[in-house]
């Protein structure tokens, strides 16, 4: 390999898809395994001491962690909705940076590793699930080309 084939960004090399299938399948496992799994088996005794952030109150916000961490970490390993899946989680990521760890990147807490999933999250909204994924096969099942091919 050249190097010009390695710095190359070229979005349809196997090699790329790969490494999406490894950031979505790596962080979304680490998200669902740290912090959406206990939000399954414990809400109820998460509910009562969770902070409420925006002031929705503390079973909505609880819920709607539990929809990010819990339901659309899930999803985005899977690559299935990965696109609203991920935002879905940047969004809560984004209120937990800000209003739960005030934006402290340099503390002590775990400000850092929000911010990384943040970033991970985020980029994922924009570059989409890869071809290794579900919603790809989905697409390329109802593509106009598989349907004539079918025919």
């Known amino acids: 390999m050249s190097i010009k084939d390695a710095l ?3 979005t349809g090399r196997v090699s790329t898809n ?24 414990g809400y109820s005794v998460m509910v009562q001491h969770f902070p409420d952030p925006i002031h929705i109150g503390a079973h909505a916000s609880l819920a709607f962690a539990l929809l990010s961490d ?25 209120t937990a940076f800000f209003f739960v760890h005030h934006a402290a990147l ?3 807490g ?3 590793l929000v911010w990384v999933y943040i970033a ?9 699930p890869g071809r290794l994924s579900i919603d790809a096969n989905l697409r390329r099942r109802d593509s106009p080309e598989v ?3 079918a025919r």
């Open 8 to 10: 190359a960004a070229e």
């Open 18 to 41: 790969i490494g999406v299938l490894i950031l979505r399948t790596c962080v979304g496992l680490s998200l669902f395994l740290k912090h959406g799994l206990e939000k399954l088996t």
């Open 70 to 94: 819990g339901i659309c970490s899930v999803l985005v390993v899977l690559g299935l909705a990965t696109r609203p899946a991920a935002a879905i989680i940047t969004i809560n990521l984004l």
């Open 106 to 108: 340099f503390s002590n």
């Open 110 to 112: 775990h400000a850092e």
């Open 120 to 128: 991970v999250f985020a980029a994922l909204v924009l570059i989409g």
């Open 147 to 149: 349907k004539r091919s």
